[in-house]
């Protein structure tokens, strides 16, 4: 069979794409686009939630955190293997993050000013980004379904232990309210808006739909979010900061407000509150490491010489 | 976490070409689960050196405790064979040269992870995939086979298995299940 016809006949079977396939060139970069984004994303979401390791309230918190910070690691190289079954090298991404050619998640270009906000990553940003994943282990592409799969088993821990800090916080003092309701004030908006834009506006939509990469639609994923999370919000005792924010009985869903798209673009393009920051400490990290990935790669040689001689 | 990141108006999308410039090479990672019968495939991992493969394969593919072996194969020593290619022919009986062992991993259907299927002995890489083949696959299963002389995989050293996978059992704030989150807020 025609190896294009057969990559349509796979999409139309709902069956997996697989590395060797032939695929239309435009299937791979919007894969490598979203992939890399996605691996990039994760590695650098260990920043804002690193920023509160060596501050956390007690030795088991900070226990918790770092293994969540490793699983963000993890998962960012469960990704960028998946990106490398299309033909591209890590390093390469790497380099093309380092120079400003592929994006990460605006979500991490917000600070985390307080301890409740490690709370309100785990529990909204980490939410949102479940209801995403979960719809993705569906994607044609085998790789990244797989990636999916694994990264949902572990976000499990993640939503629940930052819903718990905000459980405890919520439960305690006045001023521990006081933080917790001001964390999700400063993070409902941004994590609605990882989502992506309007149905209608989304550029990239149409043909990912069409190839199954990409299986539910930004606007349904965000209604989605916003179901599940109105009610977790209830039973903390806080207020979500938006006062559209009604049950719809004749849809069975919450309407909920416009997002500042005004902000949202802005911190697209580069002029978030921590755009700057979130970029040059990642350079200056990778940067830092050079030393060791070179001094492990003469280790090795200098050894497996030894070896052979 | 995910989503992606939408253009700007008026970006060009950045236009990614093929690369395989590696500091570290690549080793692909196979995990025997705990309960489990046989290694399935777990993606890859950079490293220098083996040893190092080992560990970087331990710290991203068994951050809980779900394996109790590792095995790691640089990527250069795997042959690959799918469904676009023609199946080789076996070599059977043509000289006397030495057969070496080769171990055989399947994916049975898209979708699915590669398994070990079991070892053989084959003159070359092609024999081997021919001989999987024959060894391991009925007429209408198996989309793709992989093999890799015997000697080219690493294993974890058994002696070192509990340093290597027992560390995360008394972690269990790495479970979801260590939280206790009340019914009445939905899944999470």
Known sequence: MDPEERFHEIIAADEKVEPGDWMPEGYRQTLIRQIAQHAHSEVIG?????????????????????????DEAGHGLYLYSAAETLGVSRDELVRLLHEGRQKYS????????????IGA???????????????????????YSRAMVRICKEESFHQRQGYEIMMVLARGSEEQRAMAQDALDRFWWPSLMMFGPHDSESTHSDQSMRWKIKPVSNDDLRQQFVDATVPQAEYLGLTIPDPDLRWNAERGHYDFGEIDWDEFWRVVKGHGPMNRERMAHKI???????????????????RSAARSA | ????????????????????????????????????????????VHAPDAETALLNARDTYLR??????????PEGAISRWDEHQELPRSAAGQDASPRPLWEAFIRHRRGAQFLHAGSIVAVDARDAIARARDA???????????????????????????ML??????????????YDIPEEVGYM
């Open chain 1, 46 to 70: 260990m920043q804002p939630e690193g920023n509160w390791i060596t501050r956390a309230p007690t030795l088991k918190r900070k226990a918790i955190l770092m293994a969540k910070v490793q």
């Open chain 1, 121 to 143: 990553i785990g529990w909204l940003v980490d939410g949102a980004a479940i209801t995403n994943q979960v719809a993705l282990t569906r994607t044609s592409y085998g790789p």
């Open chain 2, 165 to 178: 996978f027992e560390p995360f059992a008394d972690k269990g704030y790495r479970q979801a299940t260590y």
């Open chain 2, 64 to 73: 809980r405790v779900e394996g109790v072996s590792l095995w790691v194969i």
């Open chain 1, 284 to 302: 200056e990290a990778w940067e830092n490491g050079a030393w060791v990935r070179e001094a492990a790669v003469a280790h090795a040689v200098k």
């Open chain 2, 136 to 162: 391991f696959l009925t007429k209408t299963d198996g989309v793709a086979i992989w093999v890799a002389p015997s000697a080219s995989i690493v294993a974890a050293d058994p002696a070192e298995a509990e």
């Open chain 1, 106 to 117: 605006s979500i991490f270009n917000y600070p985390t000013l307080t301890w409740a906000d």
């Open chain 2, 1 to 44: 976490m995910s989503y992606s990141v939408p253009k700007i108006a008026g970006e060009q999308d950045t236009i990614v070409g093929r690369s395989e410039d590696h500091l570290w090479s690549r080793w692909e990672v196979f995990v025997r689960p705990r309960g489990g019968v046989t290694h399935v495939y777990s993606e890859s």
